[in-house]
């Protein structure tokens, strides 16, 4: 991996999780960081643009495998939930 792999200590990846410059490694999650023209800043680090990696992973892989097309990455945001205490959760839904 050279330096422009990564964006501080986050792996650069590309919108279908490919490791810039590769195929078949993917990062997904908070170790790594789609950048665009839309997002310069990549996504937040955060719970729910993780778990839609998570889903998206698996089909990109398989799609790899057989040879058909990659699907981008397309965040939803469904909102932000934080714990400010133990029984104190705070809850953004300002896009429901
Ligand atoms: C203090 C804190 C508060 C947060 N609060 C919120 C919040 O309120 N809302 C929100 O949406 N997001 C929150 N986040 C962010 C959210 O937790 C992360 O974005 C999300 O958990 C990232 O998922 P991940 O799979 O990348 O990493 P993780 O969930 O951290 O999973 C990584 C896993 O890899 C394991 N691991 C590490 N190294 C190795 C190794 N060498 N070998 C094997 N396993 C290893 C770890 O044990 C861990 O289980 C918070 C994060 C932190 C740190």
């Known amino acids: 991996m050279t330096e422009e792999t990564f964006v501080g200590n986050r792996i650069v990846i590309n919108e279908f999780n490919?490791?810039?410059?590769?195929?078949?490694?993917?990062?997904?999650?908070?170790?790594?960081?789609?950048?665009?023209?839309?997002?310069?800043?990549?996504?937040?680090?955060?719970?729910?643009?993780?778990?839609?990696?998570?889903?998206?992973?698996?089909?990109?892989?398989?799609?790899?495998?057989?040879?058909?097309?990659?699907q981008s990455f397309a965040y939803k945001d469904k909102g932000t939930m934080a714990t400010t205490d133990r029984r104190k959760p705070v809850v953004n839904l300002t896009n429901w």
């Open 18 to 70: 490919q490791v810039l410059n590769t195929r078949s490694i993917f990062a997904i999650r908070d170790v790594a960081s789609y950048i665009s023209k839309e997002n310069p800043k990549g996504f937040p680090m955060l719970a729910t643009v993780e778990q839609q990696y998570g889903k998206q992973l698996p089909n990109n892989s398989i799609n790899l495998i057989k040879e058909k097309a990659l």
